[in-house]
């Protein structure tokens, strides 16, 4: 049990210090300019992270919710940052995200139903991403691309984490390394065809 305990810490902990390097290049970033952060994105991220965490460890998720809370804390810092150095390129479509995600995070606080909410966090996730990823299209060069690289690892580190396995306590987590890949992938390529013309 304690081996057990000891793999499962050092997941976590791996994972943690793959979430701090994650953000490290993207608040430098922002700070000198290079990337402009979609603050509704922000926000609607630290409120799902923090929504996610809280119904994931109460459907005993362990250590695995430790990128969850680390990541609630460093959105948040990005969304403070974001409402002086990010974009003023706001839809009301991304209005519509923040609401949902606003929504569910109530939505669990008062009928403690963890799968549906994490379930509700997962596809408001997907959703939220969208701001940033047409951000990210249409100025691929505005975001810091290692921050979803690192943040796809940080997740993955985590699913090795968890005390238990369920449909409540992998599915946020594995929506977040589908959704950062594909973000990655798609600035990655966004560059190099911009690139060439």
Aim: with cysteine.
């Amino acid at each position: 049990m304690a081996l057990s305990l000891n793999f499962l810490t050092v997941f976590a902990l791996l994972s943690a210090v793959v979430g701090l390097f994650t953000f490290a290049p993207y608040i430098r970033d922002i700070f000198s300019l290079k990337t402009t952060p979609h603050s509704y994105s922000w926000l609607i991220w630290a409120t799902l992270q923090i929504t996610g965490a809280i119904a994931m460890f109460n459907s005993n998720a362990g250590w695995g919710i430790t990128p969850l809370v680390l990541g609630a804390a460093l959105c948040v810092s990005v969304f403070l940052l974001s409402l002086k150095y990010g974009t003023k390129n706001i839809t009301r479509f991304d209005a519509i995200c923040l609401a949902s995600a606003l929504a569910v995070f109530c939505f669990y606080l008062v009928t403690k139903e963890a799968l549906v909410s994490v379930i509700l966090v997962s596809v408001i996730d997907v959703i939220g991403f969208l701001p940033t990823f047409r951000k990210a299209y249409e100025e691929p060069y505005s975001e810091t691309v290692s921050t979803y690289v690192l943040s796809a690892v940080a997740d993955g580190l985590a699913l090795g984490a968890l005390s238990s396995f369920s449909l409540t306590t992998t599915l946020y987590l594995f929506t977040l390394i589908v959704v950062d890949s594909a973000c990655s992938i798609m600035i990655l390529r966004r560059r190099h065809k911009l690139r060439r013309v």
